[in-house]
């Protein structure tokens, strides 16, 4: 038996998830490695910070995060303080001591876990001597011109100094790292090179040359076998940086993906199926390792406060909306349904291609059908830009200057109601405004005319004739005109409170939204429709996306919980857009009553993504790599987490599927089915007590004797 402190999660429901034997915490170290530690990059600061808090508290003053230092950073997010462990302690004053500056502290997120920053550039002096250790070590040159490559390569040197720092002062203790990404797997290779006595874990969120192939509109998925990999790297010039991706995933004891898909893209790009040992050791033979992604979820006190946020923000939405189409304001804000896509500006690769042609098919039915729904849609994918547009700006301008005028005439008309209810008189109506008054209010009126069409992009765009947004939107020709019932809003750059456009945090933006869409090609995970999903705001995904193959396996009906998976595998780019078209268009013919109710199903969603939930995963990672790294302390007989079985059934109330339930042409928003029968309190319950315990952990290494003077990596 392990000594240490026993570790037992459970769900928010309160009952227990998986229970484990006791974990010798206090004789292991646990690292993380990743350029985004503290430093906003992508995808993988949102999984390092959001999945923090549960490591910390597992992990304790045994867990620390390596990333690098960023004065800014350092400032505004890390509260520096002295190493509580003296491995570390001695470590960081070693290599200060030497000529670097290493700074430690605490990030000041969820969790406070300890941090230790390198600065790159006090490092670089080092650089020409650190080519030559990689060059030895495994035969990989990186160009001079190539800048982050050579950051990567000083951060990588900088993290194997460290872990022998650490690994010469760990008084028996024995260390575990997990690298993230190519930009970290240098210090791996470094570390595997010189022996050092860690266990290890390569995490790829995305590989580097899948993410090329599919941005140069490859056929990727169907000819994932047929790649000539080291060619296609080298056109692209990237060959070195594939090289040391590739050398980090078999240098590592173990090998994780964050989804199924990026699994069978890694078993082909790299060469290594995920979980599996070292190619030259046929002996080790384990189950794939998958590390979904989750995020930390609060519940609210109140069950249904997320639905009231989401009326409250939708209604500055409805503001801006309102200034955006001054003079063409002719359709009804309260039969009006908000869409977005956000995230980087990667036009095929994140589904904005197929995304736009949809809109042009949807335009065209509701068009045909009379519908009186107007569907406003958001692109907030940030591009290059001069600043905001003049007539943006205006329109929320004159829409600040009409409220103001109504305000003032509601002063003026107020008083003389109440003087002359005083006076015990019922005013006449037609008198109570006087001429001034009428003035006002018609040149209020001739301020909102305009020549020109609502614009379709808030800001200036530096490349506007060849921006692929724009050019699509041309061509299919959705220019916000009066008779479109699809609208088009391009905001290039991410969404700040303090924005004097649209003053709101993406966040709040999304809780105001009614659906996001995100139909994209190449989405190792997807942050962005999870994201929705914790929010009970509905999505659409694809089964290319590791999100919506995590929720294609749980979930019966997944359509009826608010996420609609677009088959962009199996199918032509055309009928997967006319799938995308239907799940769009029977969005929007449900009632206002059924939206509701489709959002409270999606909110409850947020269980399977909670990091207490998916956190076994890694915790599973780390007992196979103890296992690897240390035969002769510890053994698996664990069983790697598996889900495959357990979904959610297909709710048994009405509607059992928003599109199938639904008339032919949109039913006014007022008017239920009085016939719909929906008990929401009974249908959670059953929701719980499906996600209560679907699976267990299993066995953790245990402790084999260690005969003196023996050891083993």
Avoid at 491 to 516: A, K
Avoid at 647 to 656: A, M, Q
């Amino acid at each position: 038996m392990l000594r240490g402190r026993s570790l037992s999660v459970t769900s928010l429901s309160g009952l227990p998830l998986w229970d484990v034997q006791e974990l010798p915490i206090e004789d292991l170290l646990f690292f993380e490695v990743a350029w985004e530690v503290t430093n906003k990059v992508g995808g993988i600061y949102t999984v390092i910070q959001t999945k923090a808090k549960t490591t910390a508290d597992e992990w304790g003053e045994n867990y620390c995060l390596i990333g690098p230092y960023f004065e800014h950073n350092m400032k505004t997010q890390v509260e520096e303080c002295e190493p509580p462990n003296p491995a570390i302690k001695k470590a960081v004053d070693a290599m200060n001591l030497h000529g670097c500056q290493v700074h430690f502290g605490r990030w000041l997120i969820e969790g406070s876990p300890y941090v230790v920053l390198f600065d790159i550039g006090y490092s670089a002096w080092n650089l020409d001597r650190w080519k030559g250790d990689l060059w030895e070590a495994c035969h990989i040159g990186i160009p001079y011109h190539d800048r982050e490559a050579n950051d990567m390569l000083i951060f990588g040197s900088l993290t194997a100094w460290f872990l022998k720092e650490v690994t010469d002062h760990v008084d028996g203790k024995h260390v575990i790292v997990q690298f993230h990404e190519w930009q970290a797997g240098t210090g791996l290779i470094l570390s595997r090179a010189r022996s050092l006595p860690i266990a290890t874990i390569f995490t790829t969120h995305a590989t580097l040359l899948g993410r090329y192939l599919c941005a140069a509109n490859a056929d990727f998925y169907n000819h994932l076998d047929k790649f000539d990999i080291d060619k296609e790297a080298g056109e692209r010039q990237i060959y070195h940086r594939y090289c040391m991706e590739r050398a980090s995933v078999h240098c590592a004891h173990v090998f994780t993906t964050v989804s199924e898909i990026t699994a069978i893209e890694a078993e082909h790009m790299l060469k290594r199926k995920p979980g599996n040992g070292h190619l030259h050791d046929l002996s080790l033979s384990f189950e794939d390792v998958v590390t979904p992604n989750g995020l930390n979820i609060k519940k609210f006190s109140a069950v249904h406060e997320f639905q009231n946020l989401h009326a409250l923000y939708k209604s500055r939405i409805q503001d801006f909306v309102r200034g955006h189409f001054y003079g063409h304001l002719d359709f009804d804000l309260e039969k009006t349904l908000f869409l977005f896509i956000a995230g980087r500006y990667e036009f095929s690769n994140k589904g904005a291609d197929i995304f736009l042609e949809a809109l042009s098919r949807l335009n065209f039915l509701l068009r045909v059908h009379k519908s009186d729904v107007t569907v406003v849609v958001f692109f907030i994918m940030p591009a290059k830009t001069n600043n905001f547009n003049v007539e943006t700006l205006k329109g929320q301008a004159v829409r600040k200057q009409l409220w103001d005028t109504a305000n003032s005439v509601k002063e003026k008309f107020g008083k003389k109601l109440y003087d002359a209810l005083l006076r015990g008189e019922i005013p006449d109506l037609n008198k109570i405004l006087d001429r001034d008054d009428v003035t006002i209010m018609k040149r209020a009126i001739f301020s909102t005319q305009r020549q020109s069409l609502p614009p379709v992009t808030t800001h200036n765009m530096i490349d506007d004739s060849t921006d692929p947004i724009l050019s699509t939107i041309r061509r299919i020709g959705l220019f916000n005109s009066r008779t479109d019932r699809v609208k088009v809003i391009l905001h290039p750059e991410f969404l700040s409170s303090t924005s004097p456009l649209l003053p709101m945090d993406y966040e709040e933006f999304v809780r105001g939204c009614h659906l996001g869409v995100f139909p994209s090609y190449y989405e190792p995970w997807g942050y962005t429709p999870a994201e929705c999903t914790v929010m009970g705001i509905p999505s659409v995904t694809t089964n290319l996306s590791g999100f919506g193959c995590f929720m294609q396996e749980h979930i019966t009906d997944p359509a009826a919980y608010g996420i609609y998976i677009v088959d962009r595998r199996f199918c032509s780019p055309d009928e997967s857009c006319n799938q995308l078209t239907q799940f769009l268009y029977g969005f929007c013919k449900q009632s206002r009553r059924q939206r509701i109710i489709q959002r409270n199903r999606t909110e409850r969603l947020s269980d399977l993504l909670d990091w207490k939930y998916l956190g076994r995963y890694y915790m599973h990672a780390r007992h196979l790599t103890l296992s690897r790294a240390f035969p002769d302390k510890f053994h698996a007989e664990s069983a790697p987490p598996t889900t495959k079985g357990f979904k959610f059934p297909r709710p048994s109330s009405v509607p059992p599927s928003p599109t199938s339930s639904q008339h032919s042409s949109p039913p006014n928003s007022d008017v239920e089915d009085e016939d719909e029968r929906y008990d929401e309190d009974e249908e959670a319950e059953k929701d719980r007590m499906n996600i209560k315990s679907p699976f267990s952990l299993g066995q953790i290494p245990h402790e084999k004797k260690k005969q003196h003077g023996e050891h083993k990596n």
